[in-house]
């Protein structure tokens, strides 16, 4: 008689919703299953595991993932051995779990932010049959070792976790914890095995990079961290968000210039661009002050690209407060924004302020900001016509497999044509034609 082995390889699909942060956990998360012995997927109809990793930065995020979450049901009815795991931020948020629970019963595990290590664990408990609910209130430093899968191009780094900032909208304290760093000599032999296993550019990730080592007592900081990084030999290119504009120091801008992998692109989120808007934020700078910022970045990186966030539509914002948010967009030049309209997230300050601005002017508002941002966009992009650029190609386009696409230092998106064997490398592209959100260009 032949044994009967379960041939079946299982399969997970890991979904990701939100920051770049967000990624880095669900990466983790996949790394931790595929230890457990589960295949990545793409395919949600044949998989023994999907793990949701969620966001609840805005009300919008939410309410996509809750939508999700519903889906799940029917393929979970069709695939009884399919296990449901939801994790990250939005489970994470104090007393929402019950609501989660009654909401989604045919979800296996709920797990925090702060326990993402515990996630093999919890696996066996609901493999075994088990409703796991796991959600620490507290981060525990020695479970913070972030696990990377192997042989990726382009890796994001945590150098950070966290924030101490309490911007009055944000809920990103609550459910992150507060701001810690991790050992410079952590990170890098992070980023030289990564490198060993052919990554060529990392992101460094911390929701404010620019208090990076602040409780260290030694008075190393993040552009000090920046100048070790350029050095890692075989690495060609290095990254790193969130820069808190009040924290942007001359050190860390004359560190770029002076770096030969530092790419110079800033992203600098100016949120609004009246001082009345920024206060009530708790950004902690005026409009004069940022501007100033950009203007010696300007003066000492000139190519260098600025992104940017922004929200309309704050409590209290007045017509003239959103033209001087208008105003910023125009002046800065940003060569690409995210713009979002205020969400109400409950437990920050900014929910009970009174002058919550009605749905239909945040609209409004926003269209008028995209519009204004999006000719901004475009003039970036075509000043970059007929010039050429270093490109790290990253693969086939999603839109035209015949073609590669890369991006710029400055992290412009650019297609061109080229062999697939050229993946992986620096080349020199010409920019062509520009579109709102793509350049074409040749090689050169
Ligand atoms: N740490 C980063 C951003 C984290 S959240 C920073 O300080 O820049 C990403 C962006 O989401 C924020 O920059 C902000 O523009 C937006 N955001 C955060 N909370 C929001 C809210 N309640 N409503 C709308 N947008 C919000
Ligand atoms: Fe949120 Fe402000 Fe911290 Fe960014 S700096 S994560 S916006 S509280």
């Given at each position: 008689?032949?044994?009967?082995m379960?041939?079946?390889?299982?399969?997970?699909?890991?979904?990701?919703?939100?920051?770049q942060?967000?990624?880095r956990?669900?990466?983790t998360?996949?790394v931790?299953?595929?230890?457990?012995?589960?295949?990545?997927?793409?395919?949600?109809?044949?998989?023994?595991l999907?793990?949701?990793?969620?966001?609840c930065v805005?009300?919008?995020?939410?309410?996509?993932?809750?939508?999700k979450?519903?889906?799940?049901?029917?393929?979970?009815?069709?695939n009884?051995?399919?296990?449901?795991?939801?994790?990250?931020?939005?489970?994470q948020?104090?007393?929402?779990?019950?609501?989660?629970?009654k909401?989604?019963?045919?979800?296996?595990?709920?797990t925090?932010?702060?326990?993402?290590?515990?996630?093999?664990?919890?696996?066996?408990?609901?493999?075994?049959?088990?409703?796991?609910?796991?959600?620490?209130?507290?981060?525990?430093?020695?479970?913070?070792?972030?696990?990377?899968?192997?042989?990726?191009?382009?890796?994001?780094?945590n150098?950070?976790?966290?924030?101490?900032?309490?911007?009055?909208?944000?809920?990103?304290?609550?459910?992150?914890?507060?701001?810690?760093?991790?050992?410079?000599?952590?990170?890098m032999?992070?980023?030289?095995?990564?490198?060993?296993?052919?990554?060529?550019?990392v992101?460094?990730?911390?929701?404010?990079?620019?208090?990076?080592?602040?409780?260290?007592?030694?008075?190393?900081?993040?552009?000090?961290?920046?100048?070790?990084?350029?050095?890692?030999?075989?690495?060609?290119?290095?990254?790193?968000?969130?820069?808190?504009?009040?924290?942007?120091?001359?050190?860390?801008?004359?560190?770029?210039?002076?770096?030969?992998?530092?790419?110079?692109?800033?992203?600098?989120?100016?949120?609004?661009?009246?001082?009345d808007?920024?206060?009530?934020?708790?950004?902690?700078?005026?409009?004069?002050?940022?501007?100033?910022?950009?203007?010696?970045?300007?003066?000492?990186?000139?190519?260098?690209?600025l992104t940017?966030?922004?929200?309309?539509?704050?409590?209290?914002e007045?017509?003239?407060?959103?033209e001087?948010?208008?105003?910023?967009?125009?002046?800065v030049?940003?060569?690409?924004?995210?713009?979002?309209?205020?969400?109400?997230?409950?437990?920050?300050?900014?929910a009970?302020?009174p002058?919550?601005?009605?749905?239909?002017?945040?609209?409004?508002?926003?269209?008028?900001?995209?519009g204004?941002?999006?000719?901004?966009?475009?003039?970036?992009?075509?000043?970059?016509?007929?010039?050429t650029?270093e490109?790290?190609?990253?693969?086939?386009?999603?839109t035209?497999?015949?073609?590669?696409?890369?991006?710029?230092?400055?992290?412009?998106?650019?297609?061109?044509?080229?062999?697939?064997?050229?993946?992986?490398?620096?080349?020199?592209?010409?920019?062509?034609?520009?579109?709102?959100?793509?350049?074409?260009?040749?090689?050169?």
């Amino acid at each position: 008689m032949c044994n009967t082995m379960d041939v079946h390889a299982k399969k997970v699909v890991t979904l990701v919703y939100g920051c770049q942060m967000s990624e880095r956990d669900a990466e983790t998360l996949t790394v931790i299953s595929s230890e457990q012995g589960y295949e990545r997927s793409g395919n949600l109809e044949d998989a023994d595991l999907i793990i949701i990793n969620t966001c609840c930065v805005r009300e919008s995020a939410e309410n996509k993932i809750l939508g999700k979450i519903g889906e799940l049901k029917k393929i979970k009815e069709k695939n009884p051995r399919l296990k449901i795991a939801v994790s990250g931020c939005m489970v994470q948020q104090p007393g929402v779990l019950q609501h989660l629970q009654k909401k989604a019963p045919h979800v296996d595990i709920w797990t925090g932010t702060h326990n993402i290590h515990h996630f093999a664990e919890q696996l066996v408990k609901a493999q075994a049959g088990e409703k796991v609910a796991e959600i620490w209130a507290e981060p525990d430093a020695r479970m913070e070792l972030p696990l990377a899968e192997k042989g990726k191009i382009k890796a994001n780094v945590n150098i950070m976790f966290g924030c101490d900032n309490y911007c009055t909208y944000c809920i990103v304290p609550h459910v992150r914890g507060r701001e810690r760093s991790r050992r410079p000599e952590e990170i890098m032999e992070e980023i030289r095995d990564l490198v060993a296993n052919g990554c060529r550019e990392v992101t460094l990730l911390g929701q404010n990079v620019n208090s990076y080592g602040r409780e260290f007592a030694s008075g190393y900081d993040f552009a000090d961290l920046l100048g070790e990084v350029d050095r890692i030999p075989g690495l060609y290119r290095v990254r790193f968000i969130t820069s808190h504009p009040k924290d942007l120091s001359d050190k860390l801008v004359l560190t770029i210039a002076a770096g030969k992998h530092l790419c110079e692109h800033i992203h600098l989120p100016v949120q609004a661009g009246s001082n009345d808007v920024l206060k009530r934020m708790n950004r902690k700078y005026t409009r004069e002050y940022y501007l100033d910022r950009v203007e010696f970045i300007r003066r000492v990186l000139p190519e260098c690209s600025l992104t940017t966030d922004i929200i309309v539509g704050f409590p209290g914002e007045t017509k003239a407060d959103f033209e001087q948010t208008l105003d910023m967009v125009r002046q800065v030049h940003y060569s690409q924004a995210f713009t979002f309209m205020y969400s109400k997230r409950s437990g920050t300050p900014a929910a009970i302020m009174p002058t919550q601005i009605p749905l239909d002017v945040k609209k409004r508002r926003l269209q008028q900001l995209m519009g204004v941002q999006n000719a901004e966009s475009l003039a970036w992009r075509q000043k970059m016509l007929g010039k050429t650029w270093e490109v790290l190609v990253e693969g086939p386009s999603k839109t035209n497999p015949e073609r590669m696409t890369g991006r710029t230092r400055g992290n412009e998106l650019i297609v061109f044509a080229a062999e697939e064997s050229c993946v992986g490398s620096l080349v020199q592209v010409r920019a062509l034609e520009a579109h709102s959100w793509t350049i074409f260009g040749e090689l050169v």
